[in-house]
């Protein structure tokens, strides 16, 4: 069974700082990763994705992750967070299982950003 | 219709009594998914449906929960009897599905409160 963790709960920043929001996998096989964000009273809403090819992959609104399948990882960057920025960010994996591809959640990280 | 679509967007109930919430995918999405987000939780998987295969039901916490997919297309996700722990925010999320290269829109959910 795939699985993910997110290992920070709630993340407060200052505006112009860097960000960066951990996420660790676990599946054996092929997976498809994502980072999703929930801005506050709005829906969930796809920021980046990977599937293949560069691991370096670059989403909306200045973000990008990092594939490394040597550990397991997908963290999430952005290198100057904006006030905006507030929400929550959900990792998740879909693993190659061949039968239900169900998309897995990580926990969930709150961002703050104060202004 | 452009988006993923569920109503209510807000259901207020007493406990015992049975809910049905309603889920309207993006059109020509074969797989529909329902997942359940708890304050301060992640998102838990309920329940995926693909095309006419048999339905995933691994993610329902009881036998309470049920959901069919007609024709494809709408979903209506049940639960009988309710309870105050099922007080949640159901989300429900639509995709294509080519091999395992595809990404999830979610809908807006529906809050649902059992007092």
């Known amino acids: 069974a795939q699985s993910v963790s997110q290992h920070n709960h709630h993340v407060i920043l200052s505006e112009a700082a860097s960000l960066e929001l951990g996420c660790n996998y676990s599946?054996?096989?092929?997976?498809?990763l994502f980072w999703y964000v929930q801005y506050p009273g709005q829906h969930l809403q796809l920021l980046l994705k990977y599937f293949s090819g560069d691991p370096l992959v670059k989403g909306i609104k200045g973000f990008e992750a990092e594939f490394i399948k040597s550990k397991f990882s997908f963290n999430l960057r952005k290198p100057s967070v904006q006030w905006s920025d507030t929400a929550e960010y959900f990792c998740?994996?879909?693993?190659?299982?061949?039968?239900?591809?169900?998309?897995?959640f990580g926990s969930g990280t709150q961002l703050t950003v104060l202004p | 219709g452009a988006g993923v679509s569920q109503s209510p967007s807000n259901k207020v109930t007493e406990k015992g009594k049975d809910v049905e919430l309603r889920c309207d995918p993006i059109s020509g999405h074969t797989a529909l998914y329902w997942y359940r987000q708890s304050l301060g939780q992640g998102l838990e998987f309920l329940i995926y449906?693909?095309?006419?295969?048999?339905?995933?039901k691994s993610g329902l916490p009881s036998d309470r929960f049920s959901a069919e997919r007609t024709g494809g297309s709408v979903s209506t996700l049940t639960i009988q009897r309710t309870q105050q722990e099922d007080s949640a925010v159901y989300l429900c999320?639509?995709?294509?599905?080519?091999?395992?290269?595809?990404?999830?829109?979610f809908g807006q959910g529906t809050r649902l409160t059992v007092v």
């Open positions: 449906f693909q095309g006419n295969s048999a339905p995933d």
């Open positions: 599946y054996g096989g092929t997976v498809n």
């Open positions: 999320a639509s995709s294509f599905n080519r091999g395992v290269n595809t990404e999830a829109f």
């Open positions: 998740a994996v879909n693993g190659d299982s061949g039968s239900a591809r169900q998309l897995t």
